[in-house]
């Protein structure tokens, strides 16, 4: 086998390494995604805790992306403080040593069975059962990663028969700085630490050159492993942005520290094993102990430092409005994309918010500039909704848990309220306005009275909509659909005093009746449409009747 065959086969078998790891997370993700997260919600509460989770996570995912982006989405929408989320990339660091030492054991020789246990869960499980077909699906990537660490063995001991290569590695070892900057580049590049990690272990355990001369790399590929999460959030908010930022900063400070210390470490990790592998995870391993150790204690100022280098976003320009987070990316960990898309769905409720506040104003005083705002304002709704439903459209063609399946629903149902509740106000509302205006009508004192306390009722119902659509709370949405009954019997106690001024002559509503009523019906309309957020939450909790009509003969 000449030079270019052994070459084509080490790639191949890196490449294969990559897609076994990507179906164990997708699998892990798409199965257990869910879960994942409520352990995430349950675990995260103080810095312990959160490390604890993060290095469990790390270890499963086997990948410290895909648990920053799981981190990011909980950071972004405030269900983890920046220092929780610090802690747990601290933990899931140490976690994907964890996963690097499983994978060195010297399992590879399972992959058959790992193919046939795999192959059986994936394809006979049906589609119903996506749990068990996920299930298979990670076998099948254990197989795949443990088929790839033989292929890339046999491919080392070959490449390590080059005086070049040999020469080459131990060149750049010797001068730190260069073999860090080279571990981190091939790291960022493969989007793998875990990956690379296991390549420098065959390496290493061929006998091409010494251990030590691959401890520099090893630190370049714990800088590096940091990379790919901060290119993954690039288009999130600056909060989540934050978290991948300060890991790599404790990554960065670590490397800083341990490079003078090179030589020590050598000596040690020879003290701790004689097998050239298992050097270079051990070293791996300790690196990472010592960064969670290190900086576990001062993970709050880290926070604060954060946050005064990287300030909030002030979004004051038209464009700012476009969907900028949903990313195709995410779908790799759709708990993350479903966290995305809840966010650009608030996004989404503020413009309506908005809308709603300035209908009044514009009702009141007959404001045709405001009115000409509340139009733009609905053109940016409906590119909003328009975004979410084809981002949960294709994030729903592969295969999610349940849970994932039906909070995909919510969000696509919620969007579409908003969307029909902006709908309304431009539609119609609008056109009142400028009826009101084209023919100098005013409402009657009571009148106005009535609506404006409807309105506030909305915007109070609008903001408890939100809530619930995020928080997923029982009390809160049975408190929501409760707020439906009671602008029920307001709407309807407006329409009689409505008809009782008309009995009486009043002038105003008189020239103002046709105008009110289709008012009280639009806004019944809206309120119907926010309170409907709470339906999915009491239909699974088995609070909810199948009909509210009388069955025949009762």
Not at 148 to 167: C, D, F, K, N, Y
Not at 363 to 386: M, P
Not at 514 to 541: E, G, M, Q, V
Request: charge should be neutral; hydrophobic fraction near 50%.
């Amino acid at each position: 086998m000449n030079g270019t065959q052994v070459l084509i086969n080490l790639i191949g078998g890196v490449l294969l390494l990559l897609w076994g790891i990507r179906a164990i997370r997708t699998g892990v993700m798409r199965g257990f995604g869910s879960d994942i997260r409520d352990f995430m919600s349950r675990l995260s509460a103080n810095r312990l805790t959160s490390c604890f989770t993060g290095s469990v996570l790390g270890t499963v995912l086997q990948s410290t992306t895909a648990t920053a982006l799981l981190a990011c989405s909980f950071v972004a929408s405030e269900q983890l403080s920046l220092s929780s989320g610090l802690a747990l990339m601290l933990g899931a660091d140490v976690g994907a040593t964890i996963a690097a030492r499983i994978f060195s054991t010297g399992v590879s020789g399972l992959w058959p069975l790992a193919f046939l246990m795999g192959y059986l869960l994936f394809n006979f499980a049906g589609d119903e059962r996506a749990t068990m077909r996920n299930s298979g699906r990670i076998l099948l990537g254990f197989g795949l990663v443990l088929l790839a660490l033989q292929q890339i063995g046999l491919g080392v001991v070959l490449v390590g028969q080059s005086e070049t290569i040999r020469e080459l590695i131990v060149a750049a070892s010797s001068e730190p700085i260069i073999a860090v900057l080279t571990g981190a580049l091939v790291t960022w590049i493969i989007h793998s630490s875990l990956a690379t990690i296991l390549l420098v272990v065959a390496l290493a355990s061929s006998g091409i050159v010494g251990p030590e001369a691959f401890l520099p790399y090893v630190l370049g590929i714990n800088l590096g492993a940091a990379l790919p999460a901060i290119s993954a959030s690039a288009g999130l908010s600056v909060e989540a942005r934050r978290l991948p930022v300060g890991n790599l900063l404790f990554r960065a400070v670590g490397v800083a520290v341990t490079v003078p210390a090179l030589p020590w470490l050598r000596q040690w990790l020879v003290e701790l094993s004689p097998d050239p592998g298992l050097q270079i995870i051990y070293g791996h391993m300790l690196f990472n102990l010592a960064i969670c150790l290190l900086f576990l204690p001062t993970i709050r100022p880290m926070a604060a430092l954060l946050k005064s280098l990287m300030p909030t976003d002030v979004l004051d320009n038209e464009d700012s409005w476009a969907p900028r987070r949903l990313d195709a990316a995410l779908y790799e960990t759709p708990s993350v994309a479903l966290g995305t898309a809840a966010r650009e769905s608030l996004r989404m409720g503020d413009l309506v918010e908005q809308m709603l506040a300035d209908t009044l104003t514009a009702l009141k005083g007959n404001n045709l500039a405001l009115q000409k705002n509340i139009i733009e304002n609905d053109d940016k709704v409906d590119l909003l909704h328009e975004s979410v439903k084809l981002f949960l459209t294709r994030l729903t063609k592969g295969e999610l848990d349940s849970a994932d399946s039906l909070r995909a629903i919510d969000i696509i149902t919620f969007t579409t309220n908003l969307e029909h509740v902006g709908d309304i106000i431009d539609k119609n509302l609008m056109d009142l306005v400028e009826k009101k205006s084209r023919d100098n009508l005013e409402f009657s004192s009571e009148g106005w009275q009535e609506l404006s306390d409807m309105h506030h009722r909305i915007m109070d119902t609008l903001k408890l909509s939100l809530s619930v659509f995020m928080s997923q709370d029982f009390d809160d949405a049975r408190e929501l659909v409760a707020r439906k009954d009671q602008f029920r019997a307001l709407e309807l106690k407006s329409v009689e005093l409505h008809l009782e001024r008309l009995r009486s002559s009043e002038i105003k509503s008189i020239q103002t009746s046709a105008l009110h009523l289709d008012i009280l019906r639009d806004f019944k309309r809206i309120n119907s449409h926010l309170t409907s957020a709470a339906y999915p939450i009491l239909d699974r909790a088995g609070a909810l009747y199948k009909s509210r009509l009388v069955k025949p003969g009762k």
